[in-house]
């Protein structure tokens, strides 16, 4: 079984840091891209930021310049360093993963619990 445990979240004030991280866990053989997306108040979920394997990053236009996607592959992590964080940020952020699991040559998508992330004014 494939596992994504998101941490990090919390309670923030504008203009401040907040560093997420997303640990993989199970029977995997390899990990594809891996990303995380987020669900604010009254809104559908959406892209916030995706890396490739070899570290290509992609990010929303509403998170650049303040956002970094990272990854540690020998962990089994992605990171989301979060700064000058507006209470427009405030969601729930959830962890993204292609995995190829161990024994299998089908590589499939995996999703997080989720972790909060709220920004006050």
């Known amino acids: 079984q494939v596992q994504l445990v998101e941490s990090g979240g919390g309670l923030v004030q504008g203009g401040g840091s907040l560093k997420l991280s997303c640990a993989a866990s199970?029977?995997?053989?390899?990990?594809?891209?891996m990303g995380w997306y987020r669900q604010g108040p009254g809104k559908q979920r959406e892209l916030v930021a995706t890396?490739?394997?070899?570290?290509?990053?992609r990010y929303a236009d509403s998170v650049k310049g303040r956002f970094t996607i990272s990854r540690d592959n020998a962990k089994k992590t992605v990171y989301l360093q979060m700064d000058s964080l507006k209470p427009e940020d405030t969601a729930v952020y959830y962890c993204?993963?292609?995995?190829?699991?161990?024994?299998?040559?089908?590589?499939?998508?995996?999703w997080g619990q989720g972790t909060q992330v709220t920004v006050f004014s």
């Open positions: 993204h993963a292609f995995v190829t699991r161990t024994f299998l040559r089908i590589s499939q998508d995996y």
């Open positions: 199970g029977s995997i053989f390899s990990i594809g891209d």
């Open positions: 890396i490739t394997t070899g570290g290509t990053a």
